[in-house]
């Protein structure tokens, strides 16, 4: 008997039609746990590194995350792996919703899909019924439209689907994967869906998960509820909104957005307006959300309300997510109407809500510069909201310019030349970041912003303080109640940490704390992706609660094996490294672990290299960031360590 | 007369505009009934059900009650503030014509029992669990008309005797007489 998960995939081969339940190895489970653990495996033996995003061989996997389908709260995450178009290196995109769960109760932990549909499809998973469907008549419909009308066509309202949108059909390199009021939206991931000719992923399942021992799993569970109502209760003094509560309620909950809207970057990532907020725009944008929104809605199992339904006048409803609530607002420096109104088209297209608004902000920089002209944009409206309207219009076809920016900035940027890549300023190994620029190096950061393979800041940091407090008596309030740090000395880093003299950034916390401070962090967020816990109830918050000591306690309880604090490091570092080792195989270097270089005005080279020095160091990887054969043997990945002797990525 | 008789009536309190529809009232209501309890988790076995409709901002929680063995013969749409209510979205029953509120592998019917159990729980679990909440639990105290008064049950039997005849109504007695003899 499997507990907590089925013990099955679905293989899928579209270019034959095949369809098969594949029996899994529990070894596997308790090695690589789940999600993105088993899937970094599959990725590792399956798609060899000469592989391109865009082939046949290419997998794209929607692993449930272990824990999806038990009672365990707020655990509803799709860990969708692949090859990236736009990074070309191993990608893991998440969604929440109600997908994965829906998955687990048809009867599979994960969708396993290879070849190419010469025909657009859609897949039908019903319990043991599994139908590839014609799905020729949904060509070109929006994402969220495409959900709807199968959930119609199938009679099933309880179907929860999986789909792209225009952008994904056209290989858009930062096309998304709508689902519900999620979506998998970095890296391009609708993208490699739309190369495999499948528009959709229907699920409905009406089987039972078991979990190893009921009362003992429940009894964690309470204790998980208790402390969400106690954190809602008393919002942590002293940090941000964003920070104060579990979750990301401040998006669709919260009007005041004094803090991003001045700390942010405007625009393609370059003007920061320190004294934009004001009384007026408080009114003017909480009337915007006010005549929108509908409701605040929340994942599966999850008593968090982040997202929201939003009806822009005039246009239908879709689900609005986190940041993007900002993000073509600010790129267009354009007010919330603007942004909640264009992210409605976005949606339906079916793009990333980060990359896409810069993307547009960037060519129209480039407009301005006269590297792009009207010969490159004919037709290019006046106003500038029209302007990015009409962009968005032509980079999900790929028409005329579009078809260039549809590769994101980095790639179009060498495609356009004639300095175009100055422009392109905003990537990490090829990807766009989040529009922040800031005065000094912050050395936490720069160590996440280098060695973060989910190549999204918000999908690392957590845990620790962004930022010290002024007081130690502010510091002593806060570290009391942290029983979610792994080790005591945490509470000394920040205890010690002051906004100025001695003891501050950069050099305190100190190279040998930060490596630490972010190792840690870096755990959890891979425990999460691993179980399919939304990292707003764990590792994206300070004193979150799944933390380190419960952990062992919930998996070993659910899912039936021995496990605990040691067992779990060592299980997240094995597939960490796996994550790696896949990149690694790729070509992924060093050279390639570099934040945007205007990322901080005042940097320190020096101290710089200190960091990832020593950050490879205590990972077990050499100096170009390459895990060590010693290291790969110790994890028992010694299946890597012959691979990368027999291609000379290493030598004994 | 009848006598009139004190009974407790158990209310859950379902406010549709605060249902965040995450669900955790079917997550938790079928690993509740579970065998062993909260051995397994499956929505489709709970005796609550969300019905969600996100983009027409629908979101009905609604309790499994008495199993209908016949469909209706009309089917009902509601609109209420502009939304407009699939037919059956607010009864209760597991009937033909739908496969809410029954087993998955049997297809018997479910029934909301309260969370029924020893020892007694404060509030169903729907309700602890809803902590947005859109569910909230009730009791009261209502006089109801226990016994039911003879001369009514006789108005019902004449009736019966007149369209069908002495004979048929004792014989239809006699039988259904024997085949309840176990329960």
Not at chain 1, 247 to 255: I, K, L, N, Y
Not at chain 1, 411 to 429: D, L, P, S, V
Not at chain 1, 544 to 566: C, L, T, V
Request: aromatic share 10%; hydrophobic share 35%; charged share 30%.
């Amino acid at each position: 008997m499997r507990y907590a998960e089925t013990g099955y995939n679905l293989e899928i081969d579209l270019s034959t039609g095949n369809i098969e339940r594949v029996e899994t190895d529990p070894r596997d489970t308790e090695l690589y746990l789940g999600g993105l653990g088993t899937n970094a495996k599959i990725l590792w033996e399956r798609v060899p590194p000469e592989t391109q995003p865009f082939s046949p061989e290419n997998l794209l996997i929607f692993g449930a995350g272990l824990l999806c389908g038990t009672p365990a709260i707020g655990c509803n995450r799709t860990i969708l792996t692949s090859l990236s178009p736009q990074t070309e290196l191993m990608a893991f995109s998440m969604m929440g919703g109600f997908w994965a769960p829906e998955l687990k109760f048809a009867g599979y932990d994960k969708v396993i899909l290879r070849g190419k549909s010469p025909d657009l499809v859609y897949l039908w998973i019903h319990n043991d019924q599994v139908e590839i469907r014609d799905a020729s008549h949904l060509r070109g419909k929006g994402a969220v439209e495409t959900q709807e009308l199968i959930r119609q066509e199938l009679k099933e309202p309880n179907a929860q689907v999986a789909a792209i949108g225009l952008a994904g059909e056209n290989r858009v390199f930062f096309a998304s994967i709508e689902q519900g009021r999620s979506s998998a939206s970095r890296q391009g991931l609708g993208a490699v869906m739309g190369d495999k000719g499948v528009k959709a992923i229907a699920v409905r399942g009406t089987k039972d998960i078991h979990v190893a021992r009921p009362a003992e799993f429940m009894e964690l569970m309470h204790e998980v509820m208790e402390y969400i109502k106690f954190r809602e209760a008393n919002p942590i003094p002293g940090v941000i909104p964003i920070l104060a509560r579990l979750g990301s309620p401040q998006e669709m909950a919260v009007h005041d957005e004094k803090w991003h809207t001045e700390n942010f970057m405007w625009g393609n990532a370059r003007v920061r307006r320190r004294d934009f907020w004001n009384e007026e725009i408080a009114r003017a944008w909480k009337e915007t959300m006010e005549s929108m929104q509908n409701r605040l809605i929340s994942c599966y199992n999850c008593p968090l309300k982040c997202g929201a339904t939003i009806t822009p006048p005039g246009h239908s409803t879709y689900m609005m997510k986190c940041f993007s609530k900002l993000t073509y607002t600010m790129a267009a420096f354009s007010d919330l109407a603007f942004g909640l109104t264009i992210a409605q088209r976005a949606t339906e297209y079916g793009v990333d809500g980060y990359s896409t608004p810069q993307v547009m902000a960037f060519a129209l920089e480039l407009y301005e510069a006269g590297i792009l002209t009207d010969q490159d944009m004919p037709g290019l409206p006046e106003g500038n909201e029209d302007r990015f309207y009409w962009l968005l219009d032509r980079i999900v076809r790929r028409e005329g310019i579009g078809d260039i920016l549809a590769d994101g900035t980095y790639w179009a940027a060498k495609r356009i030349g004639k300095g175009a890549e100055a422009f392109a300023h905003n990537t990490i190994k090829k990807h766009e970041q989040l529009p922040l620029k800031l005065g000094m190096l912050n050395p936490i950061y720069y160590l996440m912003y280098c060695t973060g393979e989910k190549i999204n800041i918000t999908q690392i940091e957590g845990q620790f303080p962004q930022a010290p407090f002024p007081t130690r008596e502010e510091r002593e309030a806060f570290v009391k109640d942290w029983f979610q740090v792994p080790h005591e000395r945490f509470k000394q880093y920040f205890l010690d940490w002051e906004p100025r003299g001695e003891k501050s950034m950069p050099f305190y916390p100190t190279v040998e704390m930060c490596c630490d401070i972010v190792d840690w962090m870096e755990k959890m967020h891979y425990i999460d992706d691993a179980m399919g816990v939304c990292s707003g109830l764990s590792s994206f918050h300070l004193k979150p609660p799944y933390h380190i000591h419960n952990y062992p306690k919930i998996i070993s309880a659910g899912a039936g094996f021995d496990m605990d604090e040691e067992k779990l490091s060592l299980a997240a570092k094995r597939y960490r490294t796996l994550v790696r080792a896949n990149n690694i195989r790729r070509g992924m270097r060093r050279k390639d672990e570099v934040p945007p270089e205007d990322h901080w005005k005042k940097r320190f080279p020096e101290l710089e290299k200190q960091l990832l020095d020593a950050y490879y160091q205590m990972k077990g990887w050499n100096l170009d960031g390459i895990p060590t054969t010693r290291t790969l043997r110790e994890l028992g990945l010694d299946y890597v360590a012959e691979d990368f002797l027999a291609r000379g990525i290493l030598e004994e | 007369m009848a006598e009139k008789k004190k009974k407790t009536v158990k209310t859950i309190k379902v406010d549709v505009d605060k249902c965040n529809g995450c669900r955790a009232c079917e997550m938790i209501c079928s690993a509740f009934h579970a065998n062993p309890r909260y051995s397994s988790n499956n929505p489709a076995r709970a005796r609550i059900r969300v019905i969600r409709h996100p983009l027409k901002d629908i979101y009905v929680p609604v309790y499994a009650g008495e199993n209908a063995r016949a469909e209706c013969l009309g089917r009902d749409k509601y609109i209420i503030e502009g939304k407009e209510y699939d037919e059956c979205a607010f009864c209760r029953s597991a009937c033909p014509s739908r496969d809410a509120f029954k087993e998955p592998d049997s297809g018997l019917p479910l029934k909301c029992d309260m969370c029924e159990s020893d020892p007694t729980l404060k509030e169903p679990l729907c309700v602890q669990w809803c902590i947005t909440d859109a569910l909230t639990y009730e009791e009261r105290e209502e006089e109801g008309e226990e016994e039911p008064r003879p001369e009514d049950i006789e108005v019902g039997l004449e009736a019966l005797v007149e369209k069908f005849g002495w004979e048929k109504i004792q014989d239809t007695i006699n039988r259904l007489m024997q085949s309840k003899k176990g329960e």
